[in-house]
């Protein structure tokens, strides 16, 4: 069924309704695909090294480069703890 609005006709038809089906199905792949996802890090800190430490704590704290929860393994992974 064909509106009229003025002079324009505005109707997609059964063609033109799958038309913008599919392209939005495109779309929204596209979109889905794009999204990357947040991976947490794990910082190794070799046994008394503590400007490592100090270096891994700030990259562990840094949301923007390092997303999600980071792990920080002290000395040869004997100890470790969870930043958030």
Request: glycine share 10%; proline share 4%.
């Amino acid at each position: 069924m064909n509106r009229q609005f003025g002079q324009y006709r505005f109707g997609l038809g059964l063609k033109g309704v799958l038309v913008v089906a599919v392209l939005l199905m495109v779309l929204l792949i596209i979109i889905i695909t794009s999204l990357s996802p947040a991976y947490a890090a794990t910082f190794n800190v070799p046994a008394g090294d503590v400007n490592a430490l100090i270096a891994a704590i700030n990259a562990a704290n840094n949301e923007v480069t390092n997303p999600g929860a980071d792990t920080i393994v002290l000395g040869g992974g004997h100890l470790h703890f969870d930043c958030c």
